[in-house]
């Protein structure tokens, strides 16, 4: 008899638990912050979630190495929604087995146009370099005079182009070592939660310290 009377008793209790838990997770899910690009939470050290820029709320926080394939991916170094340059920390190379060669910035024609004729000046400033080199610098005008003859508006016209490929094929040989170091190194991104606390613990320092300045003067 008093088994059946405590039993509804004690499963009314266990359900209150259980209704009490739940509620507590909610809320500690609720309130806990998650990665705006995979939705996990920090569970782990080595998936610490990070600030990067100056979003608020349920977009403030990443993983960076959510962050750091999203930037790989885009090629875009900017936050999308506050506008706000990620600041980004070398962290040495990868291991060479995972380096990747050099390549067009962009999967358009133009693009692989440019990075084939800049491998193509290269090569024939390679070639330049090396006929300097061995045969000096004055035999120069003689090794162009061959390809483009003896006259004197071809060669100032030879000289005018190659100043000009210069320039330009000499800028995008930089844009492609730029984008080549940087898909073979590792990046950490700087957390602006960090920079924040130790922005006010500066603050802080230098306030005191001109307080006791101040309390000095007035004693």
């Known amino acids: 008899m008093t088994g059946l009377l405590t039993s509804p008793l004690s499963s009314n209790t266990n359900a ?11 809320s500690q899910l609720s309130t806990s912050p998650v990665c705006r690009i995979c939705f996990a939470q920090n569970d782990d050290v080595n998936t610490k979630l990070i600030r990067p820029c ?5 977009v403030a926080y990443i993983h960076n190495r959510c962050l750091l394939q999203w930037v790989t991916t885009t090629n875009k170094k900017v936050c999308e929604i ?12 990868k291991p060479m087995k995972e380096w990747k060669w050099p390549h067009a910035l962009d999967d358009s024609w133009e693009d692989e146009l440019d990075f084939r004729c800049s ?6 400033m390679s070639i330049i370099f090396f006929s300097v080199v061995r045969n000096g610098l004055s035999d120069l005008p003689n090794v162009i005079g061959s390809v483009i003859g003896n006259s004197t508006i071809w060669y100032k016209l030879w000289w005018l182009t190659f100043f000009l490929n210069g320039l330009y094929y000499g800028s995008i040989v930089l844009l492609v070592y730029d984008q080549w170091m940087f898909e073979n190194s590792r990046f950490k991104f700087k957390n602006r939660d960090e920079a924040d606390v130790l922005t006010a613990r ?13 309390h000095n003067r007035l004693e």
């Open 82 to 93: 506050c506008t706000y340059p990620y600041e980004m920390i070398t962290d040495g190379l």
């Open 16 to 26: 209150a638990k259980r209704f009490q838990l739940s509620q507590v997770t909610d």
């Open 119 to 124: 491998i193509a000046w290269l090569m024939f």
């Open 54 to 58: 100056n979003c608020k709320g349920s």
């Open 202 to 214: 500066t603050t802080s320092t230098h306030s005191i310290n001109d307080e006791k300045r101040l």
